[in-house]
């Protein structure tokens, strides 16, 4: 019984690293991307907390804590502007990995289907070769029983 090679072996084993290349490549750019996000509401956080406390102060503090208080409330405005720019150049790349991800796949999955078919193909074959060799040994059979 001969035993199955599928010839385009190493050009799946090739996708096969691309794809997993890939899944790294998302895998950075999701954490990165979900980092941002912790960082945005982090920072958003901090600014609605700045500004109840800076109308507290106003309320009852003196005009230094007052600036104190802006001073910081303007620092976290523009930190926060800053992470929303970075999402906003960070969100392609993350596309482009998402979709370079799906695209590895496809093709692994392209070759794999046919290896499957030509699996089966090969089995098929074998599975005739061995109906044909029965066939031909109870012919043999039967011939012996004839003239014998």
Known sequence: MTRFVFALQPLLDARRRTE?????AFVR???????NVRDLGRIAGALRLGGRALHECAMTGSTSSLRVYDAHLRYLE???????RSNAESAPAFDRAASELCAANRERRLIEKLKERRLQ???REEARRDERELDEA???SFDKLRTG
């Open 78 to 84: 523009q930190t926060l502007q800053s992470r929303e």
């Open 121 to 123: 193909e090969f089995e």
């Open 29 to 35: 750019a999701k954490a990165a991307r979900d980092e």
């Open 138 to 140: 109870n012919a043999r």
């Open 20 to 24: 997993e290349e890939k899944q790294r």
